[in-house]
């Protein structure tokens, strides 16, 4: 609550991260200063001992490096080239932020990806048509997480399934972990919602809340204008893609699902900053030199995130060490109905999610009591992983410490708490609407 709480006031995420990171080693140790600053000290050394999250922040950073080298290639300038004349597909506003919505609901591999992908295209075409920096954000942040939570054939599947079969080792269930999970799906109604929600602002123009405030702020986007092909932009896009299958499938003994997602984006990520490397220099695109600094530029202009992601991370370990999501858990359990359990699951699941500012974490902390849970009401168990699952995308959707809010504002050009405040009424609406569901599907299986 603190963090969030200084991220609205002073608009320094990772002073706000780092304030409720040193309140929570504070209760966690009495308030004794020196234990508490020795926890601090020894959680970010071992943070950055753990594999998959020095490959989060390697991730992090080669991205801004493929972006960079992307745009300084002009391979988006001759995309939007071709998407505005010869295609004709874009010659509105509405089609500009159709195309990004498009672009994030096509490529599902990762959201982080797609956030950065849709938001690299999108961003030429807002500065054409004077699109608000918010709107395109939000598009690309209401396409990222629900469509990767949707399509499970990536590190989210992988994740999920790892958590359910786990308690299926357990004894908790006997059912097939893959079944339950693509059953599971079918109920995950926030992210349907969010989609739909999305795809009806782009296509009404719907502004609500701070949305109808926003204003076009002209930005310096620096995009060579060299008349290159289109292909400089997708070849390294469509490898993108393929090679996170490829190392899901490598990293997962060849079962997809058993991939590692950590593993599989960092490898992608170098594979393709080796691909242009060779493609773009090979080509006489642009100079070895040239091609060098860019490389470096653009990795150095994602440093900031990459820490405000290790700052994430870390007050995610806080909020497990102090138990937040199962002292909450905990408080809905008592007296409650079976027809409203998944619905209360979903409210749990968000607002752990909203605190902690990770979906992944929620699905950790929430799978394991959910599941049981489900079991002993005889209640749906499908519908109460859905529950977890939509309740982990909304909270991580409006939370201003989520590691896809921060990156989806900054793929936009948008202020971080301006993408919060302008996106949140849109997301409250996609909420509610997956919360009535949530109860009717209750009741009805009730």
């Not at 956030?115 to 690309?140: D, E, M, N, R």
Request: proline fraction near 3%.
């Amino acid at each position: 609550m603190l963090a969030i709480a200084l991220s609205l006031w002073t608009r320094n995420v990772m002073l706000s991260l780092f304030g409720g990171i040193a309140l929570g080693a504070f209760i966690l140790h009495d308030f004794s200063l020196f234990a508490s600053l020795e926890t601090i000290v020894k959680l970010f050394f071992t943070l950055l001992l753990e594999p998959w999250i020095l490959k989060t922040l390697a991730f992090a950073v080669l991205v801004g490096s493929i972006m960079a080298l992307i745009e300084r290639s002009g391979g988006i300038e001759g995309f939007v080239d071709f998407m505005q004349h010869k295609a004709g597909l874009v010659k509105s506003p509405r089609a500009a932020l159709m195309l990004s919505y498009f672009i994030g609901v096509v490529i599902f591999v990762e959201s982080s990806i797609t956030s950065l992908i849709a938001g690299a295209v999108g961003k030429p075409f807002c500065q054409k048509y004077k699109i608000p920096s918010a709107k395109l954000a939000f598009v690309c942040d209401s396409t990222s997480a629900p469509i990767s939570s949707l399509i499970i054939l990536n590190g989210w599947g992988a994740l999920l399934l790892g958590l359910i079969a786990t308690q299926i080792s357990l004894g908790v269930i006997d059912v097939n972990a893959i079944d339950i999970l693509i059953d599971a799906v079918f109920y995950n109604f926030y992210s349907m919602a969010a989609l739909l929600v999305t795809f009806l602002f782009i296509w009404f123009n719907i502004d609500i809340g701070a949305m109808k405030n926003t204003k076009y702020t002209p930005r310096d986007i620096e995009i060579t204008s060299n008349g290159a092909s289109m292909f400089y932009m997708l070849l390294p896009i469509a490898l993108m893609v393929l090679l996170v299958f490829v190392f899901l499938y490598i990293t997962g003994g060849g079962d997809i699902l058993k991939g590692s997602g950590s593993s599989s984006i960092f490898y992608t990520m170098l594979t393709v900053l080796f691909f242009t490397l060779f493609y773009f220099v090979g080509t006489k695109n642009m100079s070895l030199s040239i091609w060098s600094k860019t490389a470096l530029d653009g990795a150095w202009k994602l440093v900031p995130i990459a820490m405000i992601l290790l700052f994430a991370f870390a007050i995610g370990e806080i909020t497990t060490e102090l138990k937040t999501g199962h002292y909450l858990a905990s408080l809905a359990t008592q007296n409650l109905s079976v027809t409203f359990l998944a619905a209360v699951i979903f409210l749990i699941g968000s607002v752990i999610s909203f605190a902690t500012g990770t979906s992944w974490g929620t699905f950790s902390i929430m799978i394991p009591i959910a599941l049981p849970m489900a079991v002993a009401m005889d209640a749906n168990v499908a519908l109460c992983i859905g529950a977890v699952i939509s309740g982990g995308v909304f909270g991580d959707h409006c939370s201003p410490i989520s590691d896809t809010t921060i990156i989806s504002s900054m793929a936009s050009d948008c202020e971080l708490i301006e993408h919060v405040n302008t996106q949140l009424p849109y997301a409250l609406i996609s909420g509610g609407v997956a919360f009535v569901l949530f109860v009717l599907f209750g009741l009805y299986q009730t």
